[in-house]
DNA sequence: AAATGTTGAGCGAACGCTCGTTCAATGATG
DNA sequence: CATCATTGAACGAGCGTTCGCTCAACATTT
């Protein structure tokens, strides 16, 4: 899947990037208080650093800015995964360091999370697969790692239960950020963590 | 928590009552297809049967209809829960009963569910609270049932493991409505439920 | 029972305002 | 001075909300 371009006039392509990223940078700080729908273009332009007519000869139009926010989010969270994970390993302590590695990205990256989680059913229909399509990468992480593990017989999974268990640790990943209202009552992010871990790897019965 | 008045001026109340389904019925369907923010008032007045000007006798401001959306949807979800699982049994079948169920009733109302999630957070600083609280009661149904098999011995949990447990329950039926872009290309309902029932309750550790 | 008064649900044109978007003018650069 | 970047006033479509009006149904008077 090509990345989905969003075309300015012809500019120099160092002032690009660099608008953009004040844009990108504004931005996120706005929608993670008010939502992208609540925000204006003047908000964003004034956040950014420069007017509204400059804002507008770096997107087309207003969803453009949510578009570029939510690859930029992605982007992050999978960098930082990629910086710390090891999926040739396969065995069991990389998987349990890999989802509290992806926890506590989660929650330092809770409000970006937030926004791209509430955010993202806005884009269009052209942006919106591209942006899933990142999230699917996220997945087949954790699918990776999960099938090292299987080969080297630390457990057994088919095929199916290998993506099943991997949607589910991104899930209850994000859960900790768009449930907070109701989890962090609860648990310290370490206690969610090691909860979490234990429940995913043995679930409730008693042994 | 109080019922939260969404006050119309002083009318029949078999007529409010009436008018109020037409709205909400009308309003589930265009939120369904567009989202609050992108659907106008008008379109909400055509879509109950009625002109603008009614709707107005009916509410007072827009964000009202959603909070009435909402409400109904968690009722609705509640009641069919309610209706059909035994919390006083206490043991494993009825467990995965209550689960099974639950995620049948997340796939009958998939597209109300998926609208309440998305929705919901655009709710004002009143209602938010009265409709997360309703949220938490549906958790506490889970957390009830896994309190009696852990009093009968079926298995063994701390309290924060049951209500995390009973989080991750409520989480990944929902999950099933709202990443269904991805999960029903993997699994039919039965697949979903019969595979998220086994790794829930005994993880994916070899024994 | 005819004439008259009262009620209140329903209506939709009109209002005021917000917001995304444009573009002619101005400034900066080299 | 030619080129590119920046600006913000101006635009106008679209929005939520209001309010004066209509009219059938019912109540009261004659």
Redesign the interface.
């Known amino acids: 899947m090509k990345k989905r371009e969003v075309p300015a006039s012809v500019k120099d392509e160092r002032l690009v990037k660099k608008r953009r990223n004040q844009m990108i940078k504004g931005a996120i700080s706005l929608f993670k208080q008010k ?1 992208f ?1 609540q925000t204006t273009t003047r908000e964003i332009a004034r956040a950014s650093g420069f007017s509204i007519g400059t804002l507008y000869e770096y997107i087309r139009k207003k969803e453009d800015v949510l578009y570029l926010v939510c690859d930029r989010i992605y982007d992050e969270v999978r960098d930082r995964m990629e910086q710390a994970i090891d999926t040739t390993q396969g065995d069991l302590d990389s998987l349990k360091l890999a989802i509290a590695y992806y926890f506590r990205v989660v929650d330092e990256l809770q409000d970006e999370v937030l926004v791209m989680y ?1 955010e993202a ?2 884009l269009g229909k052209e942006s919106l697969p591209y942006v ?1 399509n990142k ?2 990468q996220m ?1 087949a992480m954790f699918e990776h790692i999960l099938r090292r593990c299987v080969d080297n017989g ?4 088919t095929e ?2 290998i ?3 991997a ?2 640790i991104f ?2 990943g994000q ?1 900790w950020g768009f ?1 907070r ?3 962090k009552k ?2 310290t992010l370490d ?2 963590i090691q ?2 871990t ?10």
Chains 1, 2 share one sequence.
Do not use: C, I, P, T
């Not at 630390?154 to 999974?157: D, Q, T, Y």
């Not at 234990?198 to 042994?207: A, I, P, Q, T």
């Open positions: 939502g729908h509430q059913k806005s899933l999230e699917l997945v630390v457990f057994s999974l199916q239960e993506q099943l268990f949607h589910n899930v209850l859960m449930r209202w109701a989890l609860m648990y206690e969610y909860l979490q234990k429940l995913l790897l043995e679930g409730l019965m008693k042994r």
